[in-house]
């Protein structure tokens, strides 16, 4: 049971790296998508998470965990794409939200539980740290992201949307 239990963990590790193809500064276990490593019956089923329903980067996502594994001779590997729970910006580390932030991405700055997207949200600027900022389209370079300017600085960058 324990080496099941410290394969599980060595799994784990060698996959959780795998930076996400849309913001490479974070990594899948950043983002909170890397639900699980199960070993059932010699074979290690992978849980993932999609960010948004449509991500394409799920596929890519999925084929580097399985050259990841097969490079350190894991043959027998199966990734579940799961969308229940869905996936929240409540699962992103506190670290992935300071390398959002050091990225030029405004991280969500509040639980997605908690409240919904709103056009009238505080959104600070991820480079000047200030808090005139204004909404330019609710979507912004992928679809889980808004678009918005600094009033001060006048840079356009994207919010991370809570969801």
């Known amino acids: 049971m324990v080496a099941s239990q410290q394969n599980i963990e ?17 990594t899948i276990k950043d983002l909170g998508i890397l639900r699980g490593v ?8 992978i849980t993932i998470t999609p960010t948004y329903i449509a991500c394409p980067a799920m596929g890519l996502i999925e084929d580097q965990i ?5 490079a350190h001779g894991i ?18 580390t506190q670290d992935a939200k300071i390398k959002l932030k050091n990225y030029g991405i405004a991280p969500p700055n ?3 539980c908690s409240k919904l997207f709103s056009t ?6 991820p480079r000047c740290n200030s808090k005139h900022t204004e909404l330019i389209s609710r979507f912004g ?9 600094c009033k001060d600085c006048k840079e356009i960058f994207d919010l ?3 969801h």
């Open 75 to 92: 043959q027998k590997v199966k990734v579940i794409l799961t969308y229940t729970p869905v996936w929240t910006t409540d699962w992103l």
């Open 10 to 26: 060595s799994v784990y590790n060698l996959i959780s790296g795998i930076p996400d193809p849309e913001i490479p500064v974070l």
């Open 110 to 112: 509040h639980s997605s």
């Open 38 to 45: 199960e070993l059932v019956n010699g074979e290690y089923i």
């Open 120 to 125: 009238f949200e505080m959104v600070v600027c």
């Open 160 to 162: 991370f949307k809570c």
């Open 66 to 70: 399985k050259e990841i594994l097969l």
């Open 141 to 149: 370079s992928t679809a889980c992201k808004a678009l918005y300017k």
